[in-house]
Nanobody
Framework: QVQLVESGGGLVQAGGSLRLSCVASGRIFSINTMGWYRQAPGKQRELVAA???????NYADSVKGRFTVHRDNAKKMVYLQMNSLRPEDTAVYYC???????????????WGQGTQVTVSS
């Protein structure tokens, strides 16, 4: 089993910053992609940012230039630095990871439990 535990959510005023952290633990051979999704009330879950083990990153257009995703492969962690936050960034943020769980390369997709980010206007 693999667990993803997020931390760092909270309430912040518009224009402020927050940093989310996520750590993976359990039966892990390696981690391919780690990243962040978010889901606002009444909306579908959407990709925010992701990073490969090699350092390539991908961002949603709505957060480019404001959010930065960073991985620490040795610690099995991924971070999301969120700057210039807007009320529309309010959502539950989920960490996700595509984890190789066996020597054969079998990959599974895991999710964290989610952390609330609320941006007040």
């Amino acid at each position: 089993q693999v667990q993803l535990v997020e931390s760092g959510g909270g309430l912040v005023q518009a224009g402020g910053s927050l940093r989310l952290s996520c750590v993976a633990s359990g039966r892990i051979f390696s981690i391919n992609t780690m990243g962040w999704y978010r889901q606002a009330p009444g909306k579908q879950r959407e990709l925010v940012a992701a990073a490969t083990s090699g350092g390539n990153t991908n961002y949603a257009d709505s957060v480019k230039g404001r959010f930065t995703v960073h991985r620490d492969n040795a610690k099995k962690m991924v971070y999301l630095q969120m700057n210039s936050l807007r009320p529309e960034d309010t959502a539950v943020y989920y960490c996700d990871a595509r984890v190789v769980v066996s020597s054969s390369g079998y990959e599974l997709h895991y999710w964290g439990q989610g952390t609330q980010v609320t941006v007040s206007s």
